[in-house]
């Protein structure tokens, strides 16, 4: 018996002519995900490709995890700028609105908080942030090498 694909009404009048397997991740990513999606909500687990929806999901969390990373960088810029005495009109009303980001993805995703207490998590904001102060010609020089900010510095309001 023939599978019916369950996105295709007119699956089953369509030649065979090799259409009877599912779509693959490597050639067609979005309709590899429609059917995976489906094969889910129908609980035909037959129909998973385990190994890719494991990367899938997993790369969910690494998608979190840069945009957090993002977010406290621009956090640690606008830091160092003061640090460097280059502020900016408007960087505290900037500083606010970076940190209630930073907040507002904390409360959505709590397990991310982990990563503000990892040293080489942090020390990679900080470069990211050391550099984008760098292409504004900012004398980056003049900031130290290690993160001087911590948790506490990166989420406080003032």
Same mark, same amino acid.
């Given at each position: 018996?023939?599978?019916?694909?369950?996105?295709?009404?007119?699956?089953?009048?369509?030649?065979?002519?090799?259409? !009877?397997?599912?779509?693959?991740?490597?050639?067609?990513?979005?309709?590899?995900?429609?059917?995976?999606?489906?094969?889910?909500?129908?609980?035909?687990?037959?129909?998973?490709?385990?190994?890719?929806?494991?990367? !899938?999901?997993?790369? /969910?969390?690494?998608?979190?995890?840069?945009?957090?990373?993002?977010? /406290?960088?621009?956090?640690?810029?606008?830091?160092?700028?003061?640090?460097?005495?280059?502020?900016?009109? $408007?960087?505290? =009303?900037?500083?606010?609105?970076?940190?209630?980001? /930073?907040?507002?993805?904390?409360?959505?995703?709590?397990?991310?908080?982990?990563?503000?207490?990892?040293?080489?998590?942090?020390? =990679?904001?900080?470069? !990211?942030?050391? /550099?984008?102060? $760098?292409?504004?010609?900012?004398?980056?020089?003049?900031?130290? !090498?290690?993160?001087?900010?911590?948790?506490?510095?990166?989420?406080?309001s003032e």
């Amino acid at each position: 018996m023939t599978k019916r694909h369950p996105l295709d009404t007119d699956w089953d009048r369509m030649p065979d002519v090799g259409l !009877e397997k599912w779509p693959d991740y490597d050639t067609d990513t979005a309709a590899w995900a429609e059917h995976q999606a489906a094969a889910l909500h129908g609980r035909r687990v037959d129909s998973l490709d385990w190994d890719h929806l494991a990367d !899938e999901i997993l790369d /969910v969390a690494r998608s979190e995890r840069r945009e957090l990373e993002y977010r /406290v960088s621009a956090v640690l810029a606008t830091l160092a700028r003061q640090l460097l005495g280059a502020n900016a009109p $408007g960087d505290a =009303r900037l500083l606010c609105e970076q940190r209630a980001l /930073v907040l507002m993805q904390l409360s959505s995703c709590p397990s991310l908080s982990r990563w503000l207490k990892e040293p080489t998590w942090l020390a =990679r904001c900080w470069a !990211e942030s050391v /550099v984008s102060l $760098g292409v504004l010609d900012l004398r980056v020089s003049d900031l130290p !090498e290690e993160c001087p900010f911590g948790q506490n510095d990166l989420l406080q309001s003032e």
